[in-house]
């Protein structure tokens, strides 16, 4: 079982991107995505996510109005859409699955993490 993300890389302030996380080998309604980050000397913390029947989406304070998670069953992908890039947005991107399909706060209770993509805003 894995993630694989993709879709990262260097953007203008006020730009947007889409990162992909592509699952295998788990029940992708069966799961939570979160995505998560982690800048430079920060914790990793939890941006958005999707539970595992769809209908329930997070966010985090600081994305409200800019970032937007969607998933496409055919292809086992969940979408991360960024827009109204800020230079605080830079960091390292994850995705990760939470068993049993509910939205978990803490990067421990997730059970697959994929390797990361990076993110960076320039001003």
């Known amino acids: 079982s894995q993630l694989v993300e993709s879709g990262g890389g260097l953007v203008q302030l006020g730009g947007f991107l889409r990162l992909s996380c592509a699952a295998s080998?788990?029940?992708?309604?069966?799961?939570?995505i979160g995505w998560f980050r982690q800048a430079p000397g920060k914790e990793r913390e939890r941006v958005i996510c999707?539970?595992?029947?769809?209908?329930?989406?997070t966010y985090a304070d600081a994305v409200k109005g800019r970032f937007t998670i969607s998933r496409d069953n055919a292809k086992k992908t969940v979408y991360l859409q960024m827009n109204t890039l800020k230079p605080e947005d830079t960091a390292i991107y994850y995705c990760?699955?939470?068993?049993?399909?509910?939205?978990?706060?803490?990067?421990?209770?997730?059970?697959?993490w994929g390797q990361g993509t990076q993110v960076t805003v320039s001003s």
């Open positions: 999707l539970s595992g029947s769809g209908s329930y989406t």
């Open positions: 990760a699955a939470a068993p049993g399909g509910a939205c978990l706060t803490y990067p421990s209770l997730y059970r697959y």
């Open positions: 080998g788990f029940i992708l309604g069966a799961y939570a």
